[in-house]
């Protein structure tokens, strides 16, 4: 009798044993499944944050092309003005040139002078 409670001991054991070791592997598991579906979060929100920085550079861009845009608009304007100033000085010189010809016919000339 004495060697029948050690068995019922030893299995009563054994069960406890196998409870508890698989209680862990269930434990082991769940923490598995809780370290992927981290690492399955964090591909979303790093796939998020590229779509995110992509679309501000398509911006950027965008705007960067509309600031080129307006730039060259503005000096084209530059040059236009430019060009109608240089014309009317030109009409000035000439209506100048063609009153001094008619008061004394005046022409400029290039001066020379000695140096000692």
Known sequence: MASEP????????????????MQLESEELTHKRNLYVLEINRIRQERILNEEMDMEKK???????????ESQ?????????????EKENKKLEREREKEMGKKGGYKPRAS?????
Not at 6 to 21: G, I, M
Not at 59 to 69: Q, S
Not at 112 to 116: E, S
């Open 6 to 21: 050690r068995t019922v001991n030893s299995f009563s054991n054994q069960l406890n044993l196998r409870r508890l070791e």
């Open 59 to 69: 911006v950027e861009k965008i705007r960067a092309k509309r600031r080129e845009k």
């Open 73 to 85: 608009k503005e000096k084209k304007k530059i040059e236009k003005k430019n060009r109608k100033m």
């Open 112 to 116: 020379f002078c000695w140096i000692f």
